[in-house]
């Protein structure tokens, strides 16, 4: 069964480069990756999104493995509003699987 | 605004009655699907559609049942409700749920089953 792995939980200086890791060693070749990011008492919400190549927008950046089984992703100057639960989540064709999230503690 | 909208926010309920929490997104999506989160399992999808009429089960689909009859719209019924159905719920859509479309997610219901 498709499967992501993280870690429980990471802690980054504010104004640091935070790497946020994520296994997804069951990855098809069809299968994007995606991350979300969830504030206490909120529904998910989009950071970044891939299928092979690495990926960077204005919140983050996507680092994948050449082989996919595995991806991290960076915030490059970490800030308090950026703690939070990260999602690592397979895309399927119409079925997501979340992995259990990282929860990211930024100390001021 | 772009939104997708789940009510009720918050229900406490009794055993064995049927309740339905309702989602409608205002994007035009084809794709909608329905979560439960619950403490060290993270999300896990209950169903998804992926348009008018089409229906499928995600990974915990046991107690739920879906329908889809117009685009904007996509109820989550529990026909009789058990206390392990106690959970928070999201409710996400997207354009088409697949390639990679972003997925907007509602503010979540919560749900306390006695």
């Known amino acids: 069964d498709a499967k992501t792995t993280q870690p429980n939980s990471m802690e980054s200086n504010e104004e640091e480069p935070v790497h946020l890791p994520c296994n997804h060693s069951t990855i098809s070749g069809t299968d994007y990756i995606h991350w979300y990011r969830q504030l206490p008492s909120q529904g998910p919400e989009y950071v970044i999104h891939g299928l092979t190549s690495n990926v960077n927008n204005r919140m983050a ?30 895309e399927l064709a119409y079925k997501y699987i979340f992995g259990t999230g990282t929860r990211l503690k930024v100390l001021a | 605004e772009a939104q997708v909208t789940q009510n009720p926010r918050y229900l406490i309920t009794v055993t064995g009655k049927k309740l339905t929490v309702t989602c409608s997104q205002n994007m035009n999506h084809e794709y909608m699907s329905w979560y439960r989160q619950d403490p060290g399992l993270g999300l896990r999808q209950i169903y998804y559609s992926m348009n008018v009429e089409v229906t499928d089960k995600g990974d915990v689909p046991e107690g739920y049942k879906v329908s889809r009859k117009e685009k904007r719209n996509f109820p989550l019924i529990l026909e009789s409700p058990s206390p392990n159905q106690t959970s928070l719920y999201f409710c996400a859509s997207s354009l088409s749920g697949t390639r990679g479309n972003t997925i907007y997610f509602g503010e979540g219901s919560w749900l306390t089953v006695v």
């Open chain 1, 61 to 90: 950046s996507l680092a994948i493995a050449e082989d996919r089984k595995s991806s991290t992703l960076i915030l490059h100057r970490a800030t308090l509003r950026d703690a939070a639960v990260y999602y690592c989540i397979l």
